[in-house]
């Protein structure tokens, strides 16, 4: 876990030192701007103090992308990788920093699967480049087209939500299928997590060769991937049909466009604010109820194993069917005829908790800083963005103090390595006596 940390800060540092360089820029650049755009890119949130397309040069943005690559891939994947080039062999405390950051129960078999984890990304980012090169490549010629292919296709797929065409994000592209499907198809993608795509192809193989009816694909997927590709639809769809609705007679929002981009324009809006950024309608002119649902699902955030931010799809999901258990006067917490370990629980209450509280310490925080007059909407979809490292603002990012722009930092930073990862860093280890004693127990008043 300390590694992990320290390996996300220093990255953080050497990408604010690169990004205040002048070759880096077209006009100076203070470092604290620096250092926030090293911070978001890393941590693939998308907040910005400034407006990359008009800030850096062509050097500024190949540093954005390497970062923003990094901060998708992670640091332990990127190192691996490395290794992997020169042919330095990967030791047995190298392999177990492997293991707990993907979560795996045994040593065997990481490197192989960092390897595919990394195939895999670059194939799907080199897809991504492709379909947006239909779009890029006619409007702004072969090199720069395929060069604004590549960093949106990178940055998509990485769920950082920044882009370099301007300062509107993919706002002139609101009517543009290509954009549009391109962008949902690589954040949904990424947002599934790694595991979940192997799990799922390892499936197809095995009915590809006859080796499992068709009519089992989804029945014999593990738990964690039918957890996590149920709660991504029913998120997607339940998103969807609330902008469509509350959004629909908007002016600023989807009130001007005809029925089919409603559809098209509500659809990412949903997707995206699982953690990805880019958005096609204006953040700030959507009405409170939508920005405070919008804040539930960036809270929310995507799957575990990927790029994705938040406490996870799958978190929220074991912790509603612990209630419901709860509720029904059962002892364990069942899903499609498997018990969900204690321990299990446990942790996802102490992430969402964790999570929560960050969440409101740096929203009373921010609130406290800054002048009266901000909405307090608007501050929540902030940090709500910044926990669960989406990107998507209500215009306010430049505006605030240094001091609220270094909450946002902390906060992009926790939401990137997740709440649970600082809590195990500074809990220290478990005390021998804790496993042999056993104390008492007495009942409370709750509720």
């Given at each position: 876990?300390?590694?992990?940390?320290?390996?996300?800060?220093?990255?953080?540092?050497?990408?604010?030192?690169?990004?205040?360089?002048?070759?880096?820029?077209?006009?100076?650049?203070?470092?604290?701007?620096?250092?926030?755009?090293?911070?978001?890119?890393?941590?693939?949130?998308?907040?910005?103090?400034?407006?990359?397309?008009?800030?850096?040069?062509?050097?500024?943005?190949?540093?954005?992308?390497?970062?923003?690559?990094?901060?998708?891939?992670?640091?332990?994947?990127?190192?691996?990788?490395?290794?992997?080039?020169?042919?330095?062999?990967?030791?047995?405390?190298?392999?177990?920093?492997?293991?707990?950051?993907?979560?795996?129960?045994?040593?065997?078999?990481?490197?192989?699967?960092?390897?595919?984890?990394?195939?895999?990304?670059?194939?799907?980012?080199?897809?991504?480049?492709?379909?947006?090169?239909?779009?890029?490549?006619?409007?702004?010629?072969?090199?720069?087209?395929?060069?604004?292919?590549?960093?949106?296709?990178?940055?998509?797929?990485?769920?950082?939500?920044?882009?370099?065409?301007?300062?509107?994000?993919?706002?002139?592209?609101?009517?543009?299928?290509?954009?549009?499907?391109?962008?949902?198809?690589?954040?949904?993608?990424?947002?599934?997590?790694?595991?979940?795509?192997?799990?799922?192809?390892?499936?197809?193989?095995?009915?590809?060769?006859?080796?499992?009816?068709?009519?089992?694909?989804?029945?014999?997927?593990?738990?964690?991937?039918?957890?996590?590709?149920?709660?991504?639809?029913?998120?997607?769809?339940?998103?969807?049909?609330?902008?469509?609705?509350?959004?629909?007679?908007?002016?600023?929002?989807?009130?001007?466009?005809?029925?089919?981009?409603?559809?098209?324009?509500?659809?990412?809006?949903?997707?995206?604010?699982?953690?990805?950024?880019?958005?096609?309608?204006?953040?700030?002119?959507?009405?409170?109820?939508?920005?405070?649902?919008?804040?539930?699902?960036?809270?929310?955030?995507?799957?575990?194993?990927?790029?994705?931010?938040?406490?996870?799809?799958?978190?929220?999901?074991?912790?509603?069917?612990?209630?419901?258990?709860?509720?029904?006067?059962?002892?364990?917490?069942?899903?499609?005829?498997?018990?969900?370990?204690?321990?299990?629980?446990?942790?996802?209450?102490?992430?969402?908790?964790?999570?929560?509280?960050?969440f409101i310490v740096g929203t009373l925080a921010i609130l406290v800083i800054e002048?009266?007059?901000?909405?307090?909407?608007?501050?929540?979809?902030?940090?709500?963005?910044?926990?669960?490292?989406?990107?998507?603002?209500?215009?306010?990012?430049?505006?605030?103090?240094?001091?609220?722009?270094?909450?946002?930092?902390?906060?992009?930073?926790?939401?990137?390595?997740?709440?649970?990862?600082?809590?195990?860093?500074?809990?220290?280890?478990?005390?021998?006596?804790?496993?042999?004693?056993?104390?008492?127990?007495?009942?409370?008043?709750?509720?």
């Amino acid at each position: 876990m300390g590694i992990l940390a320290v390996g996300f800060l220093g990255v953080i540092l050497l990408g604010g030192i690169l990004l205040w360089l002048p070759i880096c820029n077209r006009e100076p650049i203070a470092f604290i701007d620096a250092l926030f755009t090293s911070v978001t890119s890393v941590c693939v949130t998308g907040l910005v103090t400034i407006t990359p397309a008009v800030q850096f040069t062509v050097w500024g943005q190949l540093v954005l992308l390497v970062l923003i690559q990094i901060g998708g891939l992670g640091v332990i994947a990127c190192v691996t990788a490395f290794f992997l080039i020169i042919r330095r062999k990967i030791t047995v405390k190298e392999r177990i920093v492997i293991r707990e950051t993907y979560n795996m129960d045994t040593l065997g078999g990481m490197v192989n699967m960092v390897r595919r984890v990394i195939l895999g990304v670059l194939v799907v980012e080199g897809a991504g480049a492709l379909l947006y090169a239909f779009q890029f490549v006619p409007e702004f010629g072969v090199i720069k087209g395929s060069w604004y292919s590549v960093f949106h296709a990178v940055s998509a797929f990485c769920n950082a939500g920044i882009d370099i065409l301007g300062g509107s994000s993919l706002s002139v592209y609101v009517a543009n299928p290509i954009i549009n499907i391109t962008t949902i198809l690589l954040i949904i993608l990424s947002g599934m997590g790694f595991m979940v795509w192997f799990d799922v192809i390892g499936n197809g193989k095995k009915i590809l060769h006859k080796e499992l009816p068709r009519r089992w694909w989804f029945t014999r997927l593990k738990l964690q991937s039918k957890l996590a590709i149920i709660m991504t639809v029913i998120l997607l769809l339940v998103g969807t049909v609330f902008i469509f609705a509350v959004e629909y007679h908007n002016p600023e929002t989807l009130g001007n466009l005809p029925l089919g981009q409603k559809i098209m324009a509500s659809i990412f809006q949903s997707v995206t604010n699982r953690t990805a950024g880019f958005c096609t309608i204006s953040q700030s002119g959507l009405y409170e109820e939508s920005k405070l649902f919008n804040s539930i699902l960036m809270f929310i955030g995507g799957s575990p194993g990927g790029t994705a931010g938040g406490v996870k799809t799958t978190t929220v999901m074991m912790l509603t069917l612990a209630c419901l258990t709860f509720v029904r006067g059962g002892n364990d917490t069942e899903c499609f005829g498997k018990k969900i370990s204690t321990d299990n629980i446990r942790t996802g209450f102490c992430v969402v908790a964790a999570a929560f509280a960050v969440f409101i310490v740096g929203t009373l925080a921010i609130l406290v800083i800054e002048p009266d007059g901000i909405p307090m909407i608007n501050v929540i979809y902030e940090t709500a963005s910044a926990i669960g490292t989406v990107g998507l603002t209500a215009d306010l990012t430049p505006h605030l103090s240094r001091a609220s722009q270094c909450v946002l930092m902390v906060m992009m930073y926790v939401g990137r390595l997740g709440p649970m990862t600082l809590v195990l860093l500074f809990a220290g280890k478990k005390h021998p006596r804790d496993k042999i004693r056993r104390l008492p127990e007495e009942r409370i008043m709750v509720g």
